[in-house]
């Protein structure tokens, strides 16, 4: 199995993550995004949308889109689950799951950052306020519908903390004062210190810079 990655980027954190947490190995293939390679043609060959990451499975399938391909991770590999059996819960941590890979984390990523840079001209302190605006606007409501225990839902980590803690790192990079958001930080704390978490962290990569 192969997993096409970046080390910051935020997708690939969280299937890099939920592999730990399924104990599946893989290899790493690297794709700088900041030096651009994702939009080259051997890439564009493995995902046409030019976007990390993409697990390539042992048969040969492809899989993007991170929410995507952890959906199969807990499918195909069910131990541990990474969504409660109760409906109820499950759909409370789906919806931390997506406010941020849904609305939070897309308003700050690469390309729509370029284009305000490039495209409209905006200075890097008016793109980086713009980032942790979003970040602020998602963390807000995020603080407000986790019960720290000591993962975002209780005893086992979940889909929410594979989405909570890349956004995490991000606001970290760009100044988001955290101290507003001590359930946040403390759910943070907490999944730091569990090993899956630590082996997925940007610093943790080979491509690590």
């Known amino acids: 199995m192969q997993l096409y990655s970046y080390f910051r980027s935020s997708a690939s954190y969280r299937v890099r993550i939920a592999l730990a947490l399924k104990d599946v190995s893989y290899q790493t293939i690297a794709i700088h995004l900041a030096k651009g390679k994702h939009t080259e043609s051997p890439f564009i060959s493995v995902n046409p949308q030019a976007r990390v990451p993409v697990l390539k499975l042992d048969s040969g399938d492809l899989l993007i889109q991170s929410l995507a391909i952890i959906d199969w991770l ?73 019960a720290p225990a000591p993962y975002s839902f209780g005893a086992l980590p979940t889909l929410a903390d594979i989405c909570l803690i890349p956004q995490v790192f991000n606001a970290r990079r760009y100044k988001v004062d955290m101290a507003k958001f001590p359930k946040i930080v403390a759910v943070d704390e907490a999944c730091q210190k569990h090993p899956a978490f630590a082996a997925a962290a940007p610093s943790a990569q080979p491509d690590a810079e």
């Open 74 to 146: 807990d499918e195909t590999h069910p131990q541990p689950p990474l969504l409660p059996s109760d409906p109820i819960a499950r759909a409370r941590v789906r919806a931390v799951s997506q406010i941020i890979a849904s609305d939070v984390h897309p308003l700050g990523n690469l390309g729509p950052r370029n284009y305000l840079l490039k495209k409209l001209n905006l200075d890097l302190e008016t793109v980086d306020a713009w980032t942790r605006h979003w970040i602020k606007d998602g963390f807000a409501a995020v603080e407000k519908m986790i």
